[in-house]
């Protein structure tokens, strides 16, 4: 919530955060907010509904 009330990046609360810090380095926090590394399956699913969609 301080990040969208402040308008400020996620990143810069969390690094702002000693819980968070001492958790945490600078290089997980980034891999955490990686968007790549939280979709899932999303692209698996998108690619075979395209897949099958397009041999029609």
């Known amino acids: 919530m301080e ?3 402040k308008e400020i990046p ?3 609360v969390l690094m702002n955060t000693k ?3 001492d958790a945490f380095s600078e290089q997980e926090i980034d891999n955490m907010l ?3 590394n ?3 399956l999303a ?3 998108v690619d075979r ?3 099958k ?3 029609n």
Do not use: C, M, Q
């Open 10 to 12: 996620l990143k810069e």
């Open 19 to 21: 819980e968070v810090t």
């Open 49 to 51: 509904v395209v897949d």
């Open 43 to 45: 692209p698996v699913f």
């Open 3 to 5: 990040a969208y009330e």
């Open 53 to 55: 969609y397009s041999k």
């Open 38 to 40: 939280y979709v899932g």
């Open 34 to 36: 990686d968007p790549h």
